[in-house]
């Protein structure tokens, strides 16, 4: 049995209400291999630092919260005939939380100062600690994945 794993997937907002409402995740502008490190179980978190790929409105916030199911990474086509890869997810019904007070709490950010630089990685593994911390905030729990 595998040991339960923690993810921040970094994308606007818009393209995470897309996932949500499809049922998956995509990260790092479709590549397989952060959805490959994956498994069934893994709760998935979504950063969104812009409202929409303009990058002309901040949002700042965490906006999607689930859970892998299945085992495989799936390919869909682009828009641009590009091959996009996915997983899928059940996510679960949250608020969105703004990043603002929960900086200071967060182990995974190490300069508090310069804290949007962790998020040019697009994925990010995060302890349960943090993804815990991070559902309440979501007004979740990570016992209901």
């Avoid at 559902?135 to 979740?140: D, G, L, Q, R």
Wanted: proline share 3%; glycine share 8%.
């Amino acid at each position: 049995m595998s040991m339960t794993n923690y993810w921040i997937l970094v994308a606007p907002k818009n393209h995470v209400l897309k996932s949500t409402h499809g049922g998956y995740a995509e990260a790092a502008h479709g590549k397989s291999n952060p959805l490959r490190r994956m498994n069934a179980g893994d709760g998935v978190i979504y950063y969104s630092p812009k409202l929409d790929e303009s990058g002309e409105v901040r949002c700042q916030a965490f906006t999607a919260l689930g859970c892998v199911v299945g085992e495989d990474v799936y390919q869909v086509e682009g828009s641009s005939g590009s091959v996009i890869n996915r997983r899928k997810v059940k996510y679960l019904s949250v608020r969105d939380a703004s990043i603002t007070p929960l900086i200071s709490r967060l182990s995974f950010i190490k300069n508090k100062e310069k804290w949007g630089n962790i998020f040019k990685f697009e994925v990010i593994h995060i302890s349960v600690e943090d993804f815990a911390l991070l559902a309440t905030a979501m007004n979740a729990s990570i016992r209901d994945l």
